[in-house]
């Protein structure tokens, strides 16, 4: 990646901050947290995670705080940085460990098939080679490891502006569009579907693809001061989490969550 690219992300960290401790931040990382545990044998002890396009380590440090040890790839400094001082703010810091670097271009020692998981969230929007990158993300999963996908949904984006901005006439071209913007990351980004990425997945030597969505309903709902409320957020949140494997809700979700198990052999 460009220096250009780094630097754009480093910027907008107030802004990611901020969207992670608002309810809609909150409900992304919750969800798909329960999901990936919900694969997870508690008695399989610590295990070995390696978090792709990790960011400040918003997943990292709930799986840390579950005991595993988990390795952030990201190539934005500041990023890496401020995963690095929440884990240790929160006395994870054994267990954390960041790296500086492109996931296209991913060291020996994290290209080498050894870990238990491997974490792929909101990177393929960003990038260009869809099989490429999953493939090299899978590389650096073991045989009988989980991989966990996620990206923005496509076939949220015509329903997100036709219910918040009640435009119509924009939701009807998005129809048709698979791309969009960041403001916070000052992005254009690609949109995919589950049904798209399920059979590259299954291509590359994965099995037992299981489809999540995640915030089927709270992108939905209009009044966004009410989900601060303590009360209305721990509704939405119960909410969210019965619908997030339940059809046809994770099919207009705005997020989609792949997990899958990579083959043993051929």
């Not at 400094?77 to 703010?89: C, D, F, K, N, Q």
Request: charged share 25%; aromatic share 8%.
């Amino acid at each position: 990646m460009s220096d250009d690219a780094a630097d754009k992300f480093d910027t907008a960290m107030t802004a990611w901050q901020e969207w992670q401790e608002a309810p809609w931040g909150r409900l992304r990382y919750t969800i798909a947290e329960t999901n990936l545990v919900r694969h997870l044998d508690t008695d399989d002890g610590s295990l070995r995670i390696l978090d792709l396009a990790g960011g400040d380590g918003g997943d990292a440090l709930r799986l840390a705080a579950r005991g595993h040890h988990v390795t952030v790839v990201d190539y934005a400094p500041a990023m890496l940085a401020a995963a690095t001082e929440r884990a240790s703010a929160a006395g994870l810091g054994e267990l954390i460990t960041c790296v500086e670097t492109d996931v296209a271009a991913l060291p020996t020692d994290l290209a080498d098939g050894e870990f238990d998981v491997v974490l792929c969230h909101n990177l393929l929007p960003y990038v260009d080679d869809v099989p490429g990158t999953l493939a090299a993300a899978l590389a650096s999963l073991k045989c009988g490891g989980l991989f966990s996908v996620m990206a923005i949904n496509r076939h949220s984006a015509a329903l997100n502006i036709a219910v918040r901005e009640m435009d119509p006439a924009t939701a009807l071209t998005a129809l048709d569009s698979d791309r969009s913007r960041t403001q916070t990351f000052d992005s254009v980004l690609t949109l995919h579907t589950a049904e798209e990425i399920t059979p590259v997945l299954l291509g590359l030597g994965c099995q037992d693809v299981h489809h999540y969505g995640i915030r089927s309903f709270c992108d939905y709902i209009t009044d966004d001061a009410r989900k601060y409320d303590p009360a209305f957020y721990a509704d939405l949140e119960q909410l969210e989490l019965a619908a997030t494997a339940r059809p046809p809700y994770m099919h207009t979700a705005r997020l989609f969550q792949l997990t899958a198990w990579k083959r043993d052999g051929p």
